[in-house]
């Protein structure tokens, strides 16, 4: 199906009944080439890649709920590619790449949005990291701009520059940085992937994987047995429950991690803006709501929802911030299940058990890394090797310690990440 202004007001005129279901509904089949547990983001795109990069349509993706439900619709929608490490550097930088190409890609306006990121800093010790930092990004290829106070100003004057506890010594500028709506993210990707014949099916549990003489050999549904000779775990947060289906103890926590949006209000924040000292975030919707977050929860739960006193430690870091947002009512609040690594990097690996694939760890970081986590697995499942741009993401670096990724430098701890 296509879109155009013209169909679209001429269903605005019509009542909006002469739209057909985006992608079909299938009764799961009796065997596929390539089986993805995860109708998310990650799952979705993975598909995607699969059909249009290598050809492979004979594909179900399982989803235990509906497309669209899990952490691909509960997150701040920010994409990036401002990071330092190497390993994490290229990945984040091509999947930026893909994020500029997407909307052409898939025929589907994603509503992916530059208006630029600034990461502010507070102190002259977080300016000369952010300097390294903008030096890795240029030197990757991407964009950074070192930017004074007075930089700052201009670009964001409703920002409280007179705090003397937090003051404001200047922000790394990220143009090429940004927003895209999360739910036509999923939906792009489903419709794409379907339109390719892949067969996403919804309300459908993954119960047990099957293994024989170390191969894996299908997986256990709600809706039945389904036999394939690759299976991909693709499920962020319950990444360690799916894997103990299949005899996996992953090194992975999970936590809950909350946002938060405002009534809509006239367009204030044209970027997004992330506040050093607090580790808040926030940026405006299309539809004029202030979008925002801070950190996890730090304890382990499966629970969509969070807790009082992180609402508070963001509200305060909020206010101390901008204090004009103190004018705004809190409309709803939301949590994801973040799948934590030790070192805050994510995974892309084989496991032991031939034709068994994992795709987890994304910790707080996975919505930006939507469409080069699905490049990167769809390459590594369809060719057996990794992605030159996502080689580092080892599962077996936890065992070994070799090659860890410890971005923020914090040590090899879940809730420091």
């Known amino acids: 199906m296509r879109y155009t202004g013209l169909r679209v007001i001429a269903e605005g005129l019509l009542g909006q009944r002469g739209w057909k279901p985006v992608w079909r509904d299938p009764a799961p089949k009796a065997e596929y080439d390539v089986i993805i547990i995860g109708g998310g983001g990650h799952g979705l795109s ?6 249009q990069e290598h050809g492979i349509t004979n594909v179900a993706v399982l ?16 994409v990036r590619a401002n990071y330092f ?41 977080q300016r000369d990291a952010f300097v390294r930092r903008g030096n890795a990004m240029i030197n990757q290829g991407d964009d950074a701009v070192l930017l004074d106070r007075d930089g700052v100003r201009r670009h964001l004057p409703y920002l409280d520059f007179d705090n003397t506890r937090f003051p404001i010594y200047g922000g790394l500028f990220h143009p090429r ?48 047995a389904i036999r394939a000779k690759k299976v991909a775990m693709v499920v962020a947060g319950r990444s360690g429950q799916v894997a103990a289906m299949a005899g996996m103890r992953l090194p992975i926590e999970s936590h809950v991690l909350q946002a938060f949006v405002t009534e809509g209000l006239k367009p204030i924040i044209d970027h997004v803006v992330s506040f050093g000292m607090g580790h808040f975030y926030i940026s405006q919707s299309d539809k004029g709501g202030l979008v925002f977050g801070g950190d996890i929860d730090f ?12 609402a508070e430690h963001v509200m305060e870091a909020a206010m101390t911030l901008m204090p004009a947002i103190g004018r705004a009512r809190v409309l709803r609040s939301w949590g994801g299940i973040m799948d934590m690594t030790p070192d805050g990097s994510p995974i892309i690996d084989k496991t032991d058990t031939h034709g068994l694939f994992v795709d987890a760890g994304w910790c707080y970081g996975g919505f930006k890394a939507v469409p080069g986590s699905g490049f990167a697995l769809a390459h590594l499942i369809a060719t057996g090797r990794p992605l030159e741009t996502a080689a580092r993401f080892r599962l077996d670096r936890f065992r070994t310690g070799v090659g860890l990724l410890d971005e923020e430098g914090t040590g090899s701890q879940h809730n420091l990440h």
């Open 46 to 51: 993975t598909a995607f890649y699969l059909a």
């Open 63 to 78: 989803e235990k709920g509906y497309i669209g439900g899990g952490n691909v619709g509960r997150n701040t929608t920010i």
């Open 85 to 125: 490490l190497p390993g994490n550097s290229e990945f984040y930088s091509h999947s930026l790449k893909l994020w500029e190409g997407l909307e052409s890609t898939l025929n589907y306006n994603v509503m992916h949005s530059q208006r630029g990121l600034i990461n502010l800093f507070h102190s002259d010790g």
């Open 177 to 224: 940085g940004g927003t895209a709506r999360h739910d036509a993210v999923a939906w792009g990707y489903a419709r794409g992937a379907d339109s390719r014949g892949v067969d996403l099916i919804q309300n459908c549990e993954v119960t047990g994987i099957d293994i024989a003489n170390g191969a894996v050999t299908g997986v256990q549904t709600t809706r039945g």
């Open 299 to 310: 304890y382990a739960s499966y629970a969509s929802r969070g807790n009082l006193p992180m």
